[in-house]
Each structure stands twice: as structure tokens, then as C-alpha cells.
């Protein structure tokens, strides 16, 4: 299952985007996130939500600046961006976990790319100073 993610841009510091993700067809998924990979950086996790509940979760570097949303009739996810960095520079990956489990999972499983069984490709995204 392939995500289709959208969004990305260039922008100036103090600027606002909103990147989308699309669930294709009648595809499950329980959990959904955004990571973000800055150029010679690891991999890291922005914000994640549980679909049916819509709990989110979200890095402390974000809080408070990202909202992360879905809509359960077009199956997408949403990441709004607002007050941007440029430390917010990076590839943003969306990411959907279709696995049940048999518990509420806690903020490191949300966290964890390991937990995403499904990976869009990359949208850029830009800020500049």
C-alpha cells in the first residue's frame, strides 16, 4: 500500500503549509503519522493520530505550532503547519500502522517510525529566514 502524500512547499519563516496524505481505497489503518528527515539527519517523529478515537500525539519541537487532523470520508490525513522554522526544513513522511492491537498503545509507540507498516513518499518542504 503505497500513502500518497502532498503539501510541500517552499516558505518563508513565519509562514504556514498544510500537507495532505491520502489512504488509497478501502485500506485499514488504526494509526496514523507524519516523521520529518532533515539533509545528513535521522528520521523523526512530528505527529501521530489514532484514526477512530482521533488522540494525537506530537514532538515537543512542533507543539503547539502543528495541528494534525484526518477526515474519515476522503480517508486523509492532514498536517497543518503554522509559525515555521527553518529548522523545520526537512523531507515530510506520512505513515499508517493498519495492525490491531490488543491495548491502547502509549506516546512511544506513536513515536516509533517501527510501529508504520505503510510509507508514503517524501514531500519537501522548505522554510527559509
Known amino acids: 500500500v503505497q500513502l500518497q502524500a502532498s503539501g510541500g512547499g517552499l516558505v518563508q519563516a513565519g509562514g504556514s503549509l498544510r500537507l495532505s496524505c491520502v489512504v488509497p481505497?478501502?485500506?485499514?489503518?488504526?494509526?496514523m503519522g507524519w516523521f520529518r528527515q532533515a539533509p545528513g539527519k535521522e528520521r523523526e517523529f512530528v505527529a501521530a493520530?489514532?484514526?477512530?478515537?482521533?488522540?494525537?500525539y506530537y514532538a515537543d519541537s512542533v507543539k503547539g505550532r502543528f495541528t494534525i487532523s484526518r477526515d474519515g470520508v476522503t480517508n486523509t490525513m492532514y498536517l497543518q503547519m503554522n509559525s515555521l522554522k527553518p529548522e523545520d526544513t526537512a523531507a515530510y513522511y506520512c505513515a499508517a500502522d493498519s495492525k490491531t492491537l490488543g491495548y491502547n498503545p502509549n506516546n512511544a509507540y506513536y513515536s516509533s517510525s517501527a510501529s508504520y507498516n505503510y510509507w508514503g513518499q517524501g514531500t519537501l518542504v522548505t522554510v527559509s529566514s
Open positions: 493520530l489514532a484514526w477512530r478515537s482521533g488522540s494525537t
Open positions: 481505497g478501502r485500506t485499514f489503518v488504526a494509526r
